[in-house]
């Protein structure tokens, strides 16, 4: 079974197995496990004898950010960036039981934050499990950022290229964008809100700086999701835009097509009239009567356009 276990003993940090984790008494006991949902069901029941809502709420197959307080610890759902190694997913989950002393988390999908985090242990800079969360919080939250913006300045320059003779490259950047500002708009709403309820929980295990810290994770956390909803509704006005000038684009070519099929549309009965092959014709036999015709066709398409631009249909 993969992951790792750090014990946290004021300034010492050390890397222990999982099973020896949990017969150790520290500040911080650390037990994280990236395994599938049966791995770590055995693992979390047979081994570690938690409680079955708790397994329940670790090992869901599907979870959205949320944070609820049990007995006298809480499950903590929060959602990072993927690193995409495995499928196509933007965001990858991390589900945490926090009690004094001790937190047990899992992950199904490689996290970004998970790294940071565990670098910021390794280095000592995470004394008890406040820490921890704040941490994961804090690093979850700094990882979106760069990406929500440059979702932003990705619709900046759409914008900036609005062109209709752009429109279907642009199109398929404009969705794209909506599609991602969509999927992280799904849940950075609730992590905000889980980090908030987090933050105010009645729990020993979190000192005022962890409650400081989850606070500006959330702060940080709602102004993302204020941008992407930002980014949402500009992507929707944006295709509508697009979707306006190309059928202005196609009004015009329209238009352009009808003109010269009006033009051309008598010109096209007087030849068909004289290439009939039947007697009666006028002129059918003077020599100056091909002429004639070549002059009258090139009069009437003069005409006719002539009156077109008169009436500014041409534009």
């Given at each position: 079974m993969s992951g790792f276990a750090f014990v946290v003993t004021g300034k010492q940090v050390e890397e222990v197995d999982h099973d020896a984790a949990l017969t150790r008494e520290a500040e911080l006991v650390w037990v994280h496990l990236n395994v599938t949902n049966e791995e770590a069901q055995h693992w979390l029941d047979e081994v570690a004898h938690l409680p079955d809502y708790v397994i329940e709420g670790l090992t869901a197959a599907e979870t959205r950010p949320r944070c609820t307080a049990?007995?006298?610890g809480a499950?903590?759902?929060m959602r990072g960036l993927s690193d995409g190694s495995v499928g196509s997913d933007l965001l990858a989950s991390v589900r945490l039981f926090a009690r004094k002393g001790r937190v047990i988390s899992v992950t199904r999908f490689p996290l970004k934050a998970l790294e940071a985090v565990r670098a910021e242990v390794g280095k000592g800079?995470?004394?008890?499990?406040?820490?921890?969360?704040?941490?994961?919080?804090?690093?979850?939250?700094?990882?979106?950022?760069?990406?929500?913006?440059?979702?932003?300045?990705e619709l900046d320059d759409c914008e900036s290229e609005l062109d209709a003779r752009k429109a279907?490259?642009?199109?398929?950047?404009?969705?794209?964008?909506?599609?991602e500002a969509i999927a992280y708009r799904r849940f950075l709403f609730p992590q905000r809100v889980a980090i908030e309820e987090l933050a105010g929980l009645d729990a020993d295990w979190l000192e005022a700086d962890d409650r400081l810290h989850l606070s500006a994770a959330a702060d940080r956390a709602a102004r993302m999701a204020e941008e992407v909803e930002s980014i949402r509704e500009r992507a929707g006005l944006m295709h509508e835009t697009l979707t306006d000038l190309r059928s202005e684009l196609i009004d015009q070519r329209s238009l352009v097509i009808a003109i010269a099929a009006m033009v051309f549309l008598p010109l096209t009965f007087l030849t068909g009239l004289y290439g009939m092959n039947v007697e009666g014709l006028w002129f059918a036999h003077e020599p100056w009567a091909f002429d004639a015709i070549v002059g009258l066709c090139v009069l009437i398409a003069a005409s006719v356009a002539g009156y077109f631009i008169r009436r500014h249909w041409t534009r």
């Open positions: 049990m007995d006298d499950l903590i759902n800079k995470v004394a008890d499990p406040g820490d921890l969360i704040a941490a994961f919080a804090t690093a979850i939250t700094a990882g979106l950022d760069p990406v929500v913006a440059k979702l932003g300045d279907f490259d642009l199109r398929r950047g404009v969705n794209r964008v909506r599609f």
